[in-house]
């Protein structure tokens, strides 16, 4: 299909996203070796690793993406990126050397840390990777992350830590709160300040991909949660706590009425690659998932075009077109839009079963409570 870049769907496209990603998340295997609770990975099981020969097409392909002075973000995001081994991991990041060396990407890898080895901090500091550990607090709190026997990980996640942290190797943390975690916020940020990390993000569990049949923290759990991760970052010195950065940035555009910087920012359409070159867009938990109503949510194969060329398609995407239905009802109807600017396409798919929706669980809980949190805070302070 020949596309016209100034055609309407392109114009549509072009008010919510920006023509380039910042970041290219790369499955390079489908294989994890936890079984956590909460995963929605459907392949996890499948030994299906990423050959030389697709890494090389995905490098071909940010070539023409990615640009001096602004690099581009690749995210080695799983199933668990280390269970390639690093002789595997090491040929699928050799077609990116030029590319790196030119200062034009940035290496990022998000694991559970229960493989790291010497070797492969040795591997994570020659490519300067930025590491980001999934734990989801002690020991008492971790209990839904677990190998493939249902054995907890604590301790091995927690060798892994020791190993980056002798190394000087920085990291951040994401962490999955879900209905174990969301009454125990001081028990996991006390924990998260003893760990090293510069930063750290809190995912309120989702309902996405195979995880359908748990039932993730409330709106209110939620808000009480983030109103004391609040308060104790007033009173501790700790890591950047992503949520509570984000909002910030955005009150203090605000205040100093710069807020333009922030409406006008493009959503990242965010290309994910998996193990066979493979390519959706706009959310990564998308990529695991099939539904012929929308092509299995498929932007084509790095093997056969770029991902370029997937991006001028990208607006007659049947399920991208959704999306921006949904971003334009998000806009014209809910009171949070402006400091939310439209949460996840996943969500909205998996939780509504249709991206042109607009409310979730997951926006309730990550955007909306957060916001409440904040502003009770504030008027409560107020009165006192
Ligand atoms: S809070 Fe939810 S409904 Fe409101 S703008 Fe964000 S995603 Fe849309």
């Not at 009173?235 to 409406?263: M, T």
Request: hydrophobic fraction near 35%; include cysteine; charged fraction near 25%.
């Amino acid at each position: 299909m020949t596309q016209r870049c100034g055609s309407r769907p392109h114009r549509r496209y072009g008010r919510w996203f920006a023509r380039k990603p910042q970041t290219v998340v790369v499955q390079p295997t489908s294989f994890c070796n936890m079984g956590c609770f909460y995963c929605y990975l459907r392949d996890k099981g499948l030994k299906n690793d990423m050959l030389p020969a697709t890494a090389a097409a995905v490098a071909e392909s940010l070539a023409g993406l990615a640009s001096i002075g602004h690099p581009l973000g690749l995210v080695w995001h799983g199933g668990e990126p280390l269970t390639l081994g690093t002789e595997k991991f090491s040929a699928l990041l050799a077609p990116f050397e030029t590319l790196r060396q030119d200062g034009r990407m940035h290496h990022y890898v998000q694991t559970n840390a229960t493989l790291v080895t010497p070797a492969w901090c040795d591997l994570l500091e020659e490519f300067e990777f930025r590491v980001g550990v999934s734990i989801d607090g002690p020991a008492a709190l971790n209990t839904q992350r677990v190998d493939l026997r249902g054995r907890p990980a604590f301790e091995r996640i927690m060798r892994g830590v020791g190993l980056l942290r002798e190394r000087g190797i920085p990291f951040s943390v994401i962490a999955v709160v879900g209905r174990e975690g969301i009454g125990h916020p001081e028990e996991l940020l006390d924990f998260v300040a003893t760990l090293g990390c510069h930063s750290v993000g809190f995912n309120i569990e989702e309902t996405e991909g195979v995880n359908t049949e748990r039932r993730p923290p409330t709106r209110d759990q939620a808000e009480e949660f983030w109103r004391r991760v609040l308060a104790w970052s007033r009173s501790h010195r700790g890591p950047v706590i992503r949520e509570l950065e984000r909002i910030s940035e955005y009150l203090s555009l605000a205040r100093s009425g710069q807020k333009d910087d922030w409406d006008n920012r493009l959503l990242d359409p965010i290309p994910t690659v998996t193990w066979n070159g493979d390519v959706v867009l706009l959310s990564p938990e998308l990529a695991d998932t099939s539904d012929s109503a929308y092509a299995d949510f498929l932007a084509g194969n790095v093997r056969e075009k770029t991902i370029a060329h997937m991006l001028r398609e990208a607006p007659h995407l049947r399920y991208v077109r959704e999306f921006l239905t949904g971003l334009e009802r998000c806009q014209a109807e809910c009171e949070f839009f402006d400091f939310c600017r439209g949460a996840q396409a996943g969500n909205r798919y998996f939780e509504n079963g249709s991206l042109a929706t607009t409310e979730t669980n997951y926006c309730r809980v990550s955007r909306q409570a957060l916001v409440m949190a904040l502003s009770t805070t504030a008027k409560k302070e107020q009165i006192a």
